[in-house]
């Protein structure tokens, strides 16, 4: 019998697998990306996207990664924690391409230098797509310094542009280490903060 309560789920919006359903986590552990961000961003970086390789951070249902690859990006990284969301991730991405996935699960402020040594490995560049929980959520009151920290250990060869979703209250320095933002946007309480270096500027 169908366990009856509904599930939360998030469609594919564009490219290859558009339409395609995916499951979302329970959102007492994870919080999925507005539409309407996820739009914004995909409309700001449609054809920079195609054959790049693409790091989401803090992926939960892994959304965004799922999304870009869809749209044409070569290589996805996901990193959770969370062990009910990295499962439902997998799901996903059964769906998709898994040839063109991998998932860090555990802690995204330890295994960032994996992420990077692979990239280093490839000496290729990515697009970090960083969405932290709120840190309204108990137990992640300084997960925004934590993040600002690992922004600033990117090293700058293997960074095309740096994407922060966040609360809009947050002030994110114009500067973090070589970073320095590009522009930001607003939507309703969530905002997304581009970040480059110098060299892409």
Avoid: W
Avoid at 83 to 99: G, H, M, Q
């Amino acid at each position: 019998m169908k366990n009856s309560s509904k599930k939360l789920t998030k469609k594919i919006i564009a490219g290859k697998y558009k339409g395609k359903t995916l499951q979302l986590p329970s959102k007492t552990t994870t919080r999925s990306s507005k539409t309407i961000v996820l739009e914004s961003f995909f409309n700001t970086l449609q054809f920079d996207i195609i054959g790049a390789t693409f790091v989401e951070v803090f992926s939960g249902s892994g959304s965004i990664g799922l999304e870009a690859l869809s749209r044409g990006a070569k290589q996805i990284y996901f990193m959770e924690k969370d062990r009910d969301a990295v499962k439902v991730l997998r799901e996903n991405i059964s769906l998709t391409n898994p040839s063109e996935c991998e998932v860090f699960a555990g802690d995204s402020f330890e295994n960032i230098t994996q992420v990077v040594a692979r990239l280093k490995k490839a000496k290729t560049k990515a697009y970090f797509y960083i969405d932290p929980p709120f840190s309204i959520r108990e137990g992640m009151e300084d997960i925004y310094d934590k993040t600002m920290q690992l922004i600033k250990s990117l090293p700058i060869e293997n960074v095309e542009m740096i994407i922060i979703e966040h609360m809009t209250g947050l002030e994110i320095p114009q500067t973090l280490g070589v970073y320095s933002i590009k522009k930001s946007k607003k939507f309703g309480n969530t905002s997304l903060t581009y970040l480059v270096s110098p060299e892409v500027e």
